[in-house]
């Protein structure tokens, strides 16, 4: 019976303690991202245990923590680590978890460190690449169009090998500057900016003014491109991921040619007894020469990481056909990014680039006709090819001089080849808390070899290409650069300090190889050239065998190398996050320069205000994110001439280029080669920079202004030296001798604005952005004589486009000013009446019955009664006023959408084409605009000017130089709104990832340039900013010579594992 009731005893004291304990604690949870979306498979763990469970397809978790209070740990890839305190008072939680993309873009990264954004005072731009795949570019330049303010980008061309022009800011000097790649903090040597492949780019930032750009020194006058490629992740499996895509190209503003009928009638009217040329022939030369492109782009990226190490290892393959026959390049790319920790206190890595690049340009003969101008200069009486299979040709007609552009395009072989390998090592130590020391090593190789072969060809059995022509180039180029750093960063308590000092050091050498045999004679077969030219390929044994009597052989050779050393340094303090202050300062010494001129120094300063910081505001308006003013100014350098500019240099010549004297022969013999400058020095660009960030809304909404000057002085330029100095005009051969040196100043000053907003609306996520710059420049001094500087073509005949002088904007467009048209031959008698009462033979200087009604009436500018080059004077700009863009992002559910506009405003343009489009000569073709001409086709006065007339039974073509001539009648106005791109993509929802076992899963359409608004006829706007007409002198002049623009329409698909 006791041990009855002691065991009921111990029963019931055991029931009562388990009655009186706590039931164990239950948190449930949802983790979202911060488009509200559902984040499934992220770890939740109870903080210092191994307790742990998984969100489920809708990001939600249950876990049973088991101490109270406690702390979970919300982890997934792609995310920063969460951590919340839950416990009895806290059992429903709801986490948000930012992505890494986001918190990279609070750090950004500037010379040769990085610093918190919040903290940033100089004037710098961060393109946001996280919706690279949204975008089918295929270069840095095309990544950075319209998204940075200050920044233009412009392509005019649809050339597959073409990449876009690049200015900061503003034409920086008249020679032309561009901006510093700087690429995981190694300064650039090659072609960067379009070999680089876009997937591999994790950020860029642009540094805009001096204070940021200084540290960089004489290659940062331009401006600076920083670029971080992507590495992997620590403490993360290994990720795949693969994108395919693959589009077509159509040309855009192709002309509308006359067909044979129209094409006789056109002719007939104007040059009576035409011969009776067969109908039957209608050749369509715009179809033929142009067709649909094509556009592939394949890339592959496997990264990951462990506590020590990661990684990053990808390979691309891009093809684009162009819309020309015959026209393509091709690039591979591979790239393997790598850290590792050799222990808690040093680090080292390697970043290394390998690329490919291969095309095969447009085959073009004779006068270098532009890709644009090539229909225009073939007949439809012409077939492409006789029923023999041999090359067509037109039955002679006295003019035609076009020759078969078919045969041309379809037989000469060009090919060229650059292999690249590019590379950097690097080893981070930290000696002490806060104190890193960094030494990089990097280097470049590029191997280019290019070549062309014109065989003979036969044009309705007549040879046309005479003989077989062989030219060939190699060169190599080699670069290295080097640099060791060491930065110290310091708190104590509310003072930050930090310091930078390093030194830098970079060679470079180029060394060129050509030659050529033209007017091989018979006898000699052409071996087979392959494709693609192996690394270390000769064609000694193709040439070899040619004959010795062969017409001509040429050959050439030069070797260049440059050096530069720098030292910089950099300090900065900060109170409290809200007073900012930095010091920089580089010293650069270039070779280019004689010994007395070598070094240069640049200086730079800033401070930085964030008001928002302030008690008196902090706490006063919520709205208010964040209030920071900024102001700085700072020196930076150029050294862009030639190498050995400063020494004398003789050449060798022919004896056809010295002038013989009475009684004697010429011999062959040495004379100067270039006129030596020891006394030219360091172009220097001084920026000064006003701006203010403000942040509203929780950041939502971020608003970026900035004023500056940025003043050009002893621009660095090749002038052409007058008669008297007795090296002009014959003094050896023909060439006008030209002299590096220092002229004069230039002033650039202007306003940027920068919006942008993100944030989400239930599932619907918003993202909008807006970006505009407005710029003036002027010439503030020109050198001790003044003298203007003409430059530009706008195709045949038509002379110098634009003049660069004193008090006046850079490249403005200089002829004549207009008054209409003639309108009737009483018009034309007075004004050649007026022109005989002052003492000249006519109004227009150009012989008996010059001009006449229907011509372009210039106006008489000093009132001489005359027209002559005295009444020239400035008649438009190219430099626009505005440069902007805008993007519009959506996301609702698994769809996404983005689009990106840009345009520029109040620029003009100069449009050549309007003499191929309005006229017609030399058996050439034309479009059915040329019927609108004044007194012609039966017309009377009409908007279009006559472009000839018939005399005495023979046709004169445009004496009058209505289409010849530069005039304000072929100023446009160059504005236009873009849509540069348009992405609709679809993403596989978790479930169905989950599924699959797949990470990501997306589809996407594409368009590239799919409308333009614009007042320009005939031609896209962009046009005159492409090749030759890109340079600082010469812009905006449409010309025959482009490349045809093009609209690309493609599809893709990602998927990650």
Same mark, same amino acid.
């Given at each position: 019976?006791?041990?009855?009731?002691?065991?009921?005893?111990?029963l019931?004291?055991?029931?009562?303690?388990?009655?009186?304990?706590?039931?164990p604690?239950?948190?449930?949870?949802?983790?979202?991202?911060?488009?509200?979306e559902?984040?499934p498979?992220?770890?939740?763990?109870?903080?210092?245990?191994?307790?742990g469970?998984?969100?489920?397809?809708?990001g939600q978790?249950?876990i049973?923590?088991t101490?109270d209070?406690?702390?979970l740990?919300?982890?997934?890839t792609?995310?920063?680590?969460?951590?919340?305190?839950?416990g009895?008072?806290?059992?429903?939680?709801?986490?948000?978890l930012?992505s890494?993309?986001?918190?990279?873009?609070?750090?950004v990264?500037?010379?040769?460190? !990085?610093q918190?954004? %919040?903290?940033?005072? +100089?004037a #710098?731009?961060? *393109?946001? /690449?996280?919706?690279v @795949?949204?975008?089918?570019v295929?270069?840095?330049?095309?990544?950075?169009?319209?998204?940075?303010?200050?920044?233009?980008?412009?392509n005019?061309?649809?050339?597959?090998?073409?990449?876009?022009?690049?200015?900061?800011?503003?034409?920086?000097?008249?020679?032309?500057?561009?901006?510093?790649?700087?690429?995981?903090?190694?300064?650039a040597i090659?072609?960067?900016g379009f070999?680089l492949?876009?997937?591999?780019?994790?950020?860029?930032q642009?540094l805009r003014?001096?204070?940021s750009? !200084?540290i960089?020194g %004489?290659?940062?006058? +331009?401006g #600076?491109?920083? *670029?971080? /490629?992507k590495?992997? @992740?620590?403490?993360?499996?290994?990720?795949?991921?693969?994108?395919?895509n693959?589009?077509?190209?159509?040309?855009?503003?192709?002309p509308?040619?006359?067909g044979?009928?129209?094409?006789k009638r056109?002719?007939?009217?104007?040059?009576?007894?035409?011969?009776?040329?067969?109908?039957?022939?209608?050749t369509?030369?715009?179809?033929y020469l142009y067709r649909?492109?094509?556009e592939?782009?394949?890339?592959?990226?496997i990264?990951?990481g462990?506590a020590?190490?990661?990684y990053?290892?990808?390979?691309?393959?891009?093809?684009?056909? +162009?819309?020309m026959?015959?026209s393509?390049?091709?690039?591979? @790319?591979l790239?393997?990014?790598?850290d590792?920790?050799?222990?808690?206190?040093?680090?080292?890595?390697?970043?290394l680039?390998l690329y490919?690049?291969s095309?095969?340009p447009p085959?073009?003969?004779g006068?270098?006709?532009?890709?644009y101008?090539?229909?225009?200069?073939?007949?439809?009486?012409?077939?492409?090819?006789?029923?023999?299979?041999?090359?067509?040709?037109?039955?002679?007609?006295?003019?035609?001089?076009g020759?078969?552009w078919?045969?041309?395009v379809?037989?000469?072989?060009r090919?060229?080849?650059?292999?690249?390998?590019?590379g950097?090592?690097?080893?981070?130590?930290e000696?002490?808390?806060?104190l890193h020391?960094r030494?990089?090593?990097?280097?470049?190789?590029?191997?280019?070899?290019?070549?062309?072969?014109?065989?003979?060809?036969?044009?309705?059995?007549?040879?046309?290409q005479?003989?077989d022509?062989?030219?060939?180039?190699?060169?190599?180029?080699?670069?290295?650069?080097?640099?060791?750093?060491?930065?110290?960063d310091?708190?104590?308590g509310d003072?930050e300090?930090?310091?930078?000092?390093?030194?830098?050091?970079r060679?470079?050498?180029?060394?060129?190889?050509?030659?050529?045999?033209?007017a091989?004679?018979?006898?000699?077969?052409?071996?087979l050239i392959p494709?693609a030219?192996?690394?270390?390929?000769s064609?000694?044994?193709?040439?070899s065998?040619?004959?010795?009597?062969?017409s001509?052989r040429?050959?050439?050779?030069?070797?260049?190398?440059?050096?530069?050393?720098s030292?910089?340094?950099?300090?900065?303090?900060?109170?409290?996050?809200?007073?900012?202050?930095?010091?920089?300062?580089?010293?650069?010494r270039?070779?280019?320069?004689?010994p007395?001129?070598?070094k240069g120094?640049?200086?730079?300063?800033?401070?930085?205000?964030?008001i928002?910081e302030?008690?008196?505001?902090?706490?006063?308006?919520?709205q208010?994110?964040?209030?920071?003013?900024?102001?700085s100014?700072g020196?930076?350098?150029?050294?862009?001439?030639?190498?050995?500019?400063?020494?004398?240099s003789l050449?060798?010549?022919?004896?056809?280029?010295?002038?013989?004297?009475?009684?004697?022969a010429?011999v062959?013999?040495?004379?100067?080669?270039?006129?030596?400058?020891?006394v030219i020095?360091?172009?220097?660009?001084?920026t000064?920079?006003?701006?203010?960030?403000?942040?509203?809304?929780?950041?939502?909404l971020?608003?970026?202004?900035?004023?500056?000057?940025?003043d050009?002085?002893d621009m660095?330029?090749?002038?052409?030296?007058?008669?008297?100095?007795?090296?002009a005009?014959?003094?050896i051969?023909?060439?006008?001798?030209?002299?590096?040196?220092?002229?004069?100043?230039?002033?650039?000053?202007?306003f940027?604005?920068?919006?942008?907003?993100?944030d989400?609306?239930?599932?619907?996520?918003?993202?909008?952005?807006f970006?505009?710059?407005f710029?003036?420049?002027k010439?503030?001094?020109?050198?001790?004589?003044?003298?203007p500087?003409d430059a530009?073509?706008?195709?045949?005949?038509?002379?110098?486009?634009?003049?660069?002088?004193?008090?006046?904007?850079?490249?403005?467009?200089y002829?004549f000013k207009?008054?209409?048209?003639?309108p009737?031959q009483k018009?034309?008698d007075e004004?050649?009446?007026?022109a005989?009462?002052?003492?000249?033979?006519?109004?227009?200087?150009?012989?008996?019955?010059a001009?006449?009604?229907?011509?372009?009436?210039?106006?008489?500018?000093?009132?001489d009664?005359?027209?002559?080059?005295?009444?020239?004077?400035?008649?438009?700009?190219?430099?626009?006023?505005?440069t902007?863009?805008?993007n519009?992002?959506?996301?609702?559910?698994?769809?996404?959408?983005?689009?990106?506009?840009?345009?520029?405003?109040?620029?003009?343009?100069?449009?050549?084409m309007?003499?191929?489009?309005?006229?017609?000569?030399?058996?050439?073709?034309?479009?059915?605009?040329?019927?609108?001409?004044s007194?012609?086709?039966?017309?009377?006065?009409?908007?279009?000017?006559?472009?000839?007339?018939?005399?005495?039974?023979?046709?004169?073509?445009?004496?009058?130089?209505?289409?010849?001539?530069?005039?304000?009648?072929?100023?446009?106005?160059?504005?236009?709104?873009?849509?540069?791109?348009?992405?609709?993509?679809?993403?596989?929802?978790?479930?169905?990832?989950?599924?699959?076992?797949?990470?990501q899963?997306?589809?996407?359409?594409?368009?590239q340039?799919?409308f333009v608004i614009?007042?320009?006829?005939?031609?896209d706007?962009?046009?005159?900013?492409?090749?030759a007409?890109?340079?600082?002198?010469?812009?905006?002049?449409?010309?025959?010579?482009?490349?045809p623009?093009?609209?690309?329409?493609?599809?893709g698909?990602?998927?990650?594992f």
């Amino acid at each position: 019976m006791k041990m009855y009731k002691l065991f009921s005893l111990v029963l019931l004291l055991l029931t009562f303690s388990a009655s009186a304990q706590e039931p164990p604690v239950v948190v449930k949870g949802v983790v979202v991202s911060e488009q509200n979306e559902p984040v499934p498979g992220a770890t939740v763990m109870e903080d210092g245990t191994s307790n742990g469970t998984a969100t489920d397809v809708n990001g939600q978790f249950t876990i049973r923590i088991t101490r109270d209070p406690s702390g979970l740990i919300i982890r997934s890839t792609g995310f920063t680590d969460y951590k919340v305190a839950v416990g009895r008072q806290q059992t429903s939680v709801r986490v948000v978890l930012t992505s890494t993309s986001r918190q990279l873009q609070d750090i950004v990264v500037i010379g040769y460190s !990085a610093q918190k954004k %919040a903290n940033l005072i +100089g004037a #710098v731009s961060s *393109v946001n /690449t996280k919706d690279v @795949s949204k975008m089918a570019v295929t270069g840095v330049a095309s990544l950075l169009q319209g998204r940075a303010a200050g920044v233009q980008v412009t392509n005019g061309s649809g050339d597959p090998r073409s990449s876009g022009t690049i200015v900061i800011r503003g034409v920086g000097n008249i020679r032309g500057m561009s901006p510093l790649y700087v690429v995981d903090g190694v300064p650039a040597i090659g072609n960067t900016g379009f070999n680089l492949n876009p997937r591999d780019i994790e950020s860029i930032q642009v540094l805009r003014d001096a204070s940021s750009a !200084a540290i960089y020194g %004489a290659r940062a006058a +331009g401006g #600076v491109i920083l *670029v971080t /490629t992507k590495k992997g @992740s620590r403490k993360e499996k290994m990720n795949v991921d693969i994108s395919m895509n693959q589009g077509f190209s159509q040309g855009t503003f192709l002309p509308k040619l006359l067909g044979t009928p129209d094409y006789k009638r056109a002719w007939a009217a104007i040059k009576p007894g035409a011969p009776n040329w067969d109908e039957s022939v209608n050749t369509d030369w715009v179809d033929y020469l142009y067709r649909t492109g094509k556009e592939q782009n394949y890339n592959v990226s496997i990264s990951g990481g462990s506590a020590k190490q990661n990684y990053y290892v990808s390979a691309g393959y891009r093809r684009a056909d +162009g819309i020309m026959i015959n026209s393509w390049s091709e690039r591979y @790319s591979l790239r393997v990014n790598s850290d590792y920790d050799l222990g808690k206190r040093v680090k080292v890595g390697e970043r290394l680039s390998l690329y490919s690049y291969s095309e095969n340009p447009p085959a073009i003969t004779g006068n270098q006709v532009g890709a644009y101008a090539l229909p225009f200069r073939s007949s439809p009486l012409m077939r492409i090819k006789n029923d023999d299979g041999s090359w067509g040709g037109l039955p002679a007609s006295g003019n035609y001089d076009g020759g078969n552009w078919a045969a041309a395009v379809n037989t000469i072989d060009r090919r060229y080849n650059a292999p690249e390998v590019e590379g950097s090592l690097y080893i981070d130590v930290e000696p002490i808390n806060g104190l890193h020391v960094r030494a990089t090593g990097g280097g470049n190789f590029v191997t280019t070899m290019a070549r062309q072969f014109e065989p003979k060809w036969y044009v309705s059995g007549q040879i046309n290409q005479q003989k077989d022509n062989l030219r060939k180039q190699s060169s190599l180029s080699m670069a290295y650069v080097g640099n060791i750093v060491a930065s110290y960063d310091k708190k104590i308590g509310d003072h930050e300090f930090k310091a930078l000092a390093g030194m830098e050091g970079r060679r470079s050498s180029i060394d060129n190889l050509s030659g050529s045999i033209y007017a091989i004679n018979s006898g000699y077969t052409m071996p087979l050239i392959p494709d693609a030219f192996p690394v270390g390929f000769s064609e000694s044994s193709a040439l070899s065998n040619v004959p010795a009597n062969t017409s001509g052989r040429s050959s050439d050779m030069d070797y260049s190398i440059s050096r530069m050393l720098s030292y910089f340094g950099r300090v900065s303090y900060t109170y409290r996050d809200k007073y900012l202050f930095e010091a920089n300062l580089r010293q650069d010494r270039s070779d280019r320069f004689a010994p007395k001129y070598r070094k240069g120094n640049f200086p730079s300063a800033a401070a930085g205000w964030r008001i928002s910081e302030e008690s008196f505001l902090k706490n006063r308006f919520s709205q208010l994110s964040d209030l920071k003013l900024r102001v700085s100014y700072g020196s930076l350098g150029n050294d862009g001439v030639g190498n050995y500019v400063y020494i004398q240099s003789l050449a060798n010549y022919d004896k056809t280029q010295f002038n013989e004297l009475p009684g004697t022969a010429a011999v062959n013999g040495w004379g100067i080669g270039r006129l030596a400058n020891e006394v030219i020095r360091w172009e220097t660009v001084t920026t000064a920079n006003i701006g203010a960030d403000v942040g509203l809304f929780k950041n939502k909404l971020n608003l970026t202004l900035d004023y500056y000057i940025r003043d050009t002085k002893d621009m660095l330029y090749q002038r052409n030296l007058p008669p008297s100095s007795g090296m002009a005009n014959g003094h050896i051969s023909s060439d006008t001798y030209v002299l590096d040196m220092n002229l004069g100043k230039m002033r650039n000053k202007g306003f940027e604005v920068t919006v942008n907003s993100k944030d989400n609306f239930g599932k619907l996520g918003v993202e909008l952005g807006f970006n505009a710059a407005f710029n003036r420049n002027k010439i503030l001094s020109f050198g001790e004589e003044s003298v203007p500087i003409d430059a530009g073509s706008a195709g045949e005949y038509r002379g110098t486009v634009t003049r660069t002088q004193l008090n006046w904007p850079v490249s403005q467009f200089y002829g004549f000013k207009t008054k209409g048209l003639i309108p009737d031959q009483k018009t034309m008698d007075e004004l050649n009446a007026k022109a005989k009462s002052s003492g000249a033979a006519w109004w227009y200087p150009n012989g008996a019955g010059a001009s006449g009604p229907g011509d372009i009436w210039y106006e008489d500018l000093n009132g001489d009664n005359t027209i002559n080059d005295l009444d020239k004077t400035v008649i438009g700009s190219p430099l626009p006023k505005m440069t902007y863009g805008f993007n519009i992002g959506l996301s609702y559910r698994n769809f996404d959408l983005a689009c990106f506009f840009n345009g520029v405003y109040g620029n003009d343009v100069y449009n050549g084409m309007n003499g191929y489009f309005y006229s017609i000569f030399n058996d050439y073709n034309t479009t059915a605009q040329v019927f609108n001409s004044s007194f012609t086709y039966g017309n009377g006065l009409t908007d279009q000017p006559r472009f000839g007339y018939m005399n005495n039974g023979t046709f004169r073509y445009d004496p009058n130089g209505n289409y010849q001539r530069i005039s304000d009648y072929h100023i446009q106005k160059g504005s236009f709104l873009r849509l540069q791109n348009l992405q609709i993509g679809y993403s596989l929802p978790e479930h169905l990832l989950n599924r699959f076992k797949i990470r990501q899963f997306r589809i996407y359409y594409s368009g590239q340039n799919l409308f333009v608004i614009s007042k320009v006829k005939n031609a896209d706007p962009e046009a005159g900013f492409a090749g030759a007409n890109s340079s600082a002198l010469a812009q905006g002049i449409i010309s025959v010579e482009a490349y045809p623009r093009t609209r690309i329409h493609s599809f893709g698909i990602e998927i990650g594992f």
